[in-house]
């Protein structure tokens, strides 16, 4: 049996696609979500099957990572704004497109982060960018568009920077590196995308191995420039004295001053004052295109 999880609230999908998606797989078993948390609940129902795929955005196939199993074959078919697991594993930003690659594809197994036990598949934080999800959500969704995409988060992020004026002093302290004003932990590489442009702030950091650590020790007006040019460009983090970088952990301990948000995946996991990332290197088997 082959199965599709829909979630038929994410911004890119409708019952045109969802036929379209199901010619393309065939004999496949359609289950929808109903609620937040529910793709977790159907990916655990479905353990076992000969395939299963994913139709939604990265919320839903976050949910999905933390209910499958290490042996059932997943392929991620992008259904909302950003799209970045299904993009970062080769595969078309159109989703017809990506299930006609998946349902010929090749199985490719991949590290999971988890932080606080909760799986990701491609970036966590604490800090910045964790309150730029946090004022995505805040914006709401709507039952034509679903969550503001990818362009609201980076507009936020600006919008935070110029707000602190370009100053965020140490926050957080990273258990064997220091203390830091936010945390990044990448278990891929790009981080995210902004739109069409792909964000390597980890440029090191492969599905097979373990998790990248990018932290800013200070940001100010003066080293601004320079971080962002790390970000766009995915150059330099390795070599920055400002930056606290390291690759292919298995383990990052974090406390912080005061209680911060976190997010995995784009999720916004509330606020912390400590935090503990993991790689879990036996991971999922995702479905890939063939080389």
């Known amino acids: 049996m082959r199965v599709l999880i829909v979630n038929p609230y994410a911004s890119g999908v409708n019952e045109e696609l969802i036929a379209a998606v199901t010619a393309v797989l065939g004999d496949v078993e359609v289950r929808r979500t109903e609620h937040r948390g529910h793709g977790t609940e159907l990916a655990r129902e479905a353990r076992g099957v000969e395939a299963l795929y994913v139709l939604s955005g990265d919320g839903v196939f976050n949910e999905v990572l933390n209910g499958v199993d290490a042996e059932t074959p997943v392929g991620f078919l992008p259904g909302g704004g950003a799209n970045v697991l299904p993009r970062a594993l080769g595969l078309p930003r159109d989703p017809v497109r990506a299930a006609e690659r998946v349902v010929r594809a090749r199985t490719r ?5 988890r932080v606080n036990g909760r799986r990701f598949g491609f970036a966590a934080g604490i ?3 964790a309150e730029a999800v946090r004022r995505v959500d805040e914006r709401g ?4 568009l679903g969550r503001a995409g990818n362009f609201a988060f980076a507009w936020d992020l600006l ?19 220091g203390r830091a004003a936010f945390a990044l932990v990448a278990n891929a590489d790009p981080y995210t995308y902004a739109g069409l442009v792909p964000l390597h702030v980890a440029p090191q950091a492969r599905f097979e191995l373990g998790l990248d650590l990018v932290a800013p020790r200070r940001v100010s007006p003066f080293n601004l420039p320079r971080l962002l040019g790390y970000v766009l460009l995915g150059r330099g983090q390795s070599r920055a004295r400002d930056v ?3 690759h292919d952990l298995d383990r990052i301990e974090i406390r912080c001053d005061q209680p911060l948000p976190l997010q995995a995946d784009g999720e916004d996991l509330g606020d912390v004052e400590s935090a503990v990332f993991e790689a879990d290197r036996a991971g999922v088997e995702v479905l890939v295109p063939l080389v």
């Not at 197994?109 to 982060?113: A, E, L, N, P, T």
């Not at 919008?159 to 590196?177: D, K, Q, Y």
Request: hydrophobic share 30%.
């Open 159 to 177: 919008r935070l920077v110029a707000e602190r004026r370009g100053r965020f002093e140490p926050t957080l302290e990273i258990s064997g590196h």
């Open 141 to 144: 969704r709507s039952e034509e």
């Open 109 to 113: 197994r991949i590290s999971v982060g």
């Open 127 to 129: 800090g910045l960018d």
């Open 244 to 246: 606290v970088y390291a």
